[in-house]
């Protein structure tokens, strides 16, 4: 999961900044959290709108971007830093950077109280229309009497407060999760089939849609090949290994990334031998460029990625139409793949003619098919013409 | 007459927050004088090692000091203040402690129809901690909703109830600044208290 860090403070010296850091050094296997600054944001005015200046987008694009934003706050006189205050005011102005966004507060002071008072002007602020983020309720965090909270490597020396941060940070992922779930569920519009909003592993600087990208992003980062070995979850090979032992899959593999960028298909043969036909200088390319650009095909395209990046089910199943049903069947299932803590990682693609494989088993056991005169088939099975997707139930997400 | 001090607290050039306290200035003059003070120039409150604060700030902490009262007038964002008000008064709180025991009534006005009813409640709780200590005129709250359309092209009030309403706050005011003088027992004190308050101190 990752979320992005705002110490309420631009003094040159701020233990919300100390306390935001530690959070981000110290739980950096549960999380991971970026530290923005907001220094030289300029007062708001709204005579004078600077929502295009690159300060003000660069903290917005950081927030849309993240699953989350943890705000540190100091307490000055009460309520919340006017630091703190004016960024809000330019993200809830002609952007709203923050809409459905989770947040979680914590704060840190000299005294006992520990800023709770401005923690609770804090949510009345986030929660206010043109903010409308959504905070985790409850799980104060207050760090009172922060003068002696740390010691001189920057890390907290109480190890029950410790334990508290993380038990509140873990509530706050379990949280956002769900949140983030939930205000997903239905903008299929949104997905991003140009992928131009690129992702951690995105390979920066190459053009996409080159027919050579394959060579110059592996140029780029340095990839390896050849006899070079790889570790794997459970196996080593050689990359040479796990070519020869992808290209003979009994399916056709495509990897498509969380940024809608096609990256990898095992290249079973050339393009005509395959059931899903693809070449080499696909490869890279960015989804709507390697579909035709048909509404339809655009739409289907969208919600079936979009069902399972928001986890409405992990399967999506569907036969190839205009084949000859006498010689093949050929099925496309679209898996979503995810990281170890459930983040949503791309498509695992991949066609198979499951005609020989039903043939043989028929041949095996002695059976045969027969029509069912009562089957409701749908002529247009193929689900092109049918854009709403079906749900598979029993292998929805629920494991998220 | 009582002389006050009254804030724009918004930065916006046609503010209708200005055109209220604007209103006030004039349809008050028999009872009062009072005079406008701006908080655009001041920058973005920011603490340091040597406690620095600008000029601005010091001239407005000083016209305070010397007046009998101040009005303030704020928009509402986001449910709070406009974070330059808030900047204001932590300028004003920051080494320098004109708001000690000085009667500050609130008013304010938003397009909105709740007329900055949370923002006010925010700016008592700010105006009522230790560096600021001001005495607020209590269970008063004067909200100007709809506040675009609020006023006729000679900056008069349409609504004439909510005219009425302001006259009559206007007076208490007036009579809690009084009172006020009379409650100055403790206010040496006071003053020597918040001066040797410091957030800083263990
Ligand atoms: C103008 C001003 C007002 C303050 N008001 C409060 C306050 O109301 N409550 C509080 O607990 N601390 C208050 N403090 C102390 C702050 O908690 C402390 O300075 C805080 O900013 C420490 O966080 P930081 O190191 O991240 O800046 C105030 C400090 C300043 C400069
Ligand atoms: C960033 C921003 C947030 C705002 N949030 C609110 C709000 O929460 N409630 C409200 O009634 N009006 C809100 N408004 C509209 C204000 O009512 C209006 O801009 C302001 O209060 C009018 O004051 P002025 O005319 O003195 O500048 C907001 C305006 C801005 C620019």
Same mark, same amino acid.
């Given at each position: 999961m990752k979320l992005v860090g705002i110490a309420g403070s631009i003094a040159d010296q701020s233990y919300n900044r100390t306390l935001l850091n530690f959070i981000a050094k110290h739980f950096e296997g549960l999380?991971?959290?970026?530290?923005?600054?907001?220094?030289?944001?300029?007062?708001?005015?709204?005579?004078?709108?600077?929502?295009?200046?690159?300060?003000?987008?660069?903290?917005?694009?950081?927030?849309?971007?993240?699953?989350?934003?943890?705000?540190?706050?100091?307490?000055?006189?009460?309520?919340?830093?006017?630091?703190?205050?004016?960024?809000?005011?330019?993200?809830?102005?002609?952007?709203?950077?923050f809409d459905g966004k989770p947040v979680m507060i914590v704060g840190a002071s000299y005294h006992t109280q520990g800023s709770s008072r401005a923690q609770l002007h804090l949510r009345q602020i986030l929660e206010a229309p043109g903010v409308n983020a959504v905070v985790l309720p409850g799980n104060e965090f207050l760090l009172g009497k922060v003068k002696e909270a740390f010691d001189e490597n920057g890390d907290l020396k109480d190890q029950n407060t410790v334990n508290f941060?993380?038990?509140?940070?873990?509530?706050?992922?379990?949280?956002?999760?769900?949140?983030?779930?939930?205000?997903?569920?239905?903008?299929?519009?949104?997905?991003?089939?140009?992928?131009?909003?690129?992702?951690?592993?995105?390979i920066q600087g190459v053009d996409m849609n080159a027919d050579d990208w394959l060579d110059q992003a592996a140029k780029k980062v340095h990839a390896v090949d050849g006899d070079t070995y790889v570790?794997? $979850?459970?196996?080593?090979?050689?990359?040479?290994?796990?070519?020869?032992?992808?290209?003979?899959?009994?399916?056709?593999?495509?990897?498509? $990334?969380?940024?809608?960028?096609?990256?990898?298909?095992?290249?079973?043969?050339?393009?005509?031998?395959?059931?899903?036909?693809?070449?080499?200088?696909?490869?890279?390319?960015?989804?709507?460029?390697?579909?035709?650009?048909?509404? +339809?095909?655009?739409?289907?395209?969208?919600?079936?990625?979009?069902?399972? +990046?928001?986890?409405?089910t992990d399967l999506v199943s569907m036969p190839v139409p205009g084949?000859?049903?006498?010689?093949?069947?050929?099925?496309?299932?679209?898996?979503?793949?995810?990281?170890?803590?459930?983040?949503?990682?791309?498509?695992?693609?991949w066609a198979v003619d499951i005609k020989p494989i039903v043939d043989q088993y028929l041949h095996e056991t002695g059976q045969k098919l027969v029509k069912d005169p009562n089957a409701e088939i749908d002529a247009t099975s193929g689900a092109s013409e049918k854009p709403e997707v079906k749900v598979d139930v029993t292998s929805s997400a629920s494991k998220h | 007459m009582?002389?006050?001090?009254?804030?724009?607290g918004s930065n916006s050039n046609k503010s209708t927050n200005r055109e209220l306290l604007k209103y006030m200035q004039r349809h008050f003059q028999p009872q009062a004088e009072i005079e406008l003070v701006e908080i655009a120039g001041l920058p973005i409150f920011k603490k340091s090692a040597d406690k620095y604060v600008p000029q601005e700030a010091k001239e407005i902490a000083k016209k305070i000091e010397s007046s009998d009262g101040v009005i303030i007038a704020t928009p509402e964002y986001d449910h709070s203040i406009p974070a330059v008000l808030s900047s204001a008064l932590a300028w004003?709180?920051?080494?320098?402690?004109?708001?000690?025991?000085?009667?500050?009534?609130?008013?304010?006005?938003?397009?909105?129809?709740?007329?900055?009813? +949370?923002?006010?409640?925010?700016? +008592?709780?700010?105006l009522d901690s230790p560096e600021l200590k001001a005495r607020i005129m209590p269970s008063s709250e004067f909200l100007l909703g709809h506040s675009l359309q609020a006023f006729d092209?000679?900056?008069?009030?349409?609504?004439?109830?909510?005219?009425k309403e302001l006259d009559g706050l206007f007076k208490d005011f007036l009579q809690f600044v009084n009172i006020s003088k009379q409650l100055n027992n403790a206010n040496v004190v006071n003053k020597q208290k918040v001066e040797k308050f410091s957030w800083d101190k263990d």
């Amino acid at each position: 999961m990752k979320l992005v860090g705002i110490a309420g403070s631009i003094a040159d010296q701020s233990y919300n900044r100390t306390l935001l850091n530690f959070i981000a050094k110290h739980f950096e296997g549960l999380v991971d959290v970026e530290v923005l600054d907001i220094n030289d944001v300029p007062m708001f005015n709204q005579d004078n709108d600077q929502t295009n200046s690159a300060v003000i987008q660069n903290l917005s694009k950081k927030i849309s971007t993240a699953d989350g934003v943890i705000i540190a706050t100091p307490e000055h006189n009460h309520t919340v830093p006017a630091a703190l205050k004016n960024v809000i005011e330019w993200l809830s102005y002609e952007i709203h950077p923050f809409d459905g966004k989770p947040v979680m507060i914590v704060g840190a002071s000299y005294h006992t109280q520990g800023s709770s008072r401005a923690q609770l002007h804090l949510r009345q602020i986030l929660e206010a229309p043109g903010v409308n983020a959504v905070v985790l309720p409850g799980n104060e965090f207050l760090l009172g009497k922060v003068k002696e909270a740390f010691d001189e490597n920057g890390d907290l020396k109480d190890q029950n407060t410790v334990n508290f941060l993380q038990t509140t940070l873990q509530n706050f992922i379990k949280f956002a999760q769900v949140i983030n779930l939930i205000s997903k569920t239905e903008d299929y519009e949104e997905e991003d089939l140009s992928a131009k909003e690129g992702t951690d592993t995105t390979i920066q600087g190459v053009d996409m849609n080159a027919d050579d990208w394959l060579d110059q992003a592996a140029k780029k980062v340095h990839a390896v090949d050849g006899d070079t070995y790889v570790k794997l $979850d459970s196996g080593l090979l050689t990359v040479n290994q796990l070519d020869y032992f992808l290209k003979t899959m009994p399916v056709e593999l495509t990897y498509v $990334d969380e940024n809608n960028q096609f990256i990898y298909y095992n290249k079973t043969g050339s393009a005509e031998d395959m059931l899903a036909k693809r070449v080499p200088s696909q490869v890279g390319d960015a989804l709507d460029k390697v579909h035709p650009k048909i509404s +339809r095909v655009i739409k289907h395209v969208k919600q079936v990625i979009n069902t399972l +990046r928001t986890g409405k089910t992990d399967l999506v199943s569907m036969p190839v139409p205009g084949g000859d049903e006498s010689k093949s069947h050929v099925m496309h299932y679209y898996k979503a793949m995810h990281d170890e803590e459930g983040n949503y990682k791309g498509v695992n693609e991949w066609a198979v003619d499951i005609k020989p494989i039903v043939d043989q088993y028929l041949h095996e056991t002695g059976q045969k098919l027969v029509k069912d005169p009562n089957a409701e088939i749908d002529a247009t099975s193929g689900a092109s013409e049918k854009p709403e997707v079906k749900v598979d139930v029993t292998s929805s997400a629920s494991k998220h | 007459m009582n002389k006050f001090i009254a804030i724009v607290g918004s930065n916006s050039n046609k503010s209708t927050n200005r055109e209220l306290l604007k209103y006030m200035q004039r349809h008050f003059q028999p009872q009062a004088e009072i005079e406008l003070v701006e908080i655009a120039g001041l920058p973005i409150f920011k603490k340091s090692a040597d406690k620095y604060v600008p000029q601005e700030a010091k001239e407005i902490a000083k016209k305070i000091e010397s007046s009998d009262g101040v009005i303030i007038a704020t928009p509402e964002y986001d449910h709070s203040i406009p974070a330059v008000l808030s900047s204001a008064l932590a300028w004003l709180s920051y080494g320098i402690h004109p708001f000690v025991d000085k009667p500050v009534m609130i008013t304010g006005a938003s397009y909105g129809s709740l007329g900055s009813s +949370r923002a006010q409640a925010q700016l +008592r709780q700010i105006l009522d901690s230790p560096e600021l200590k001001a005495r607020i005129m209590p269970s008063s709250e004067f909200l100007l909703g709809h506040s675009l359309q609020a006023f006729d092209d000679n900056g008069n009030l349409n609504d004439q109830d909510v005219a009425k309403e302001l006259d009559g706050l206007f007076k208490d005011f007036l009579q809690f600044v009084n009172i006020s003088k009379q409650l100055n027992n403790a206010n040496v004190v006071n003053k020597q208290k918040v001066e040797k308050f410091s957030w800083d101190k263990d």
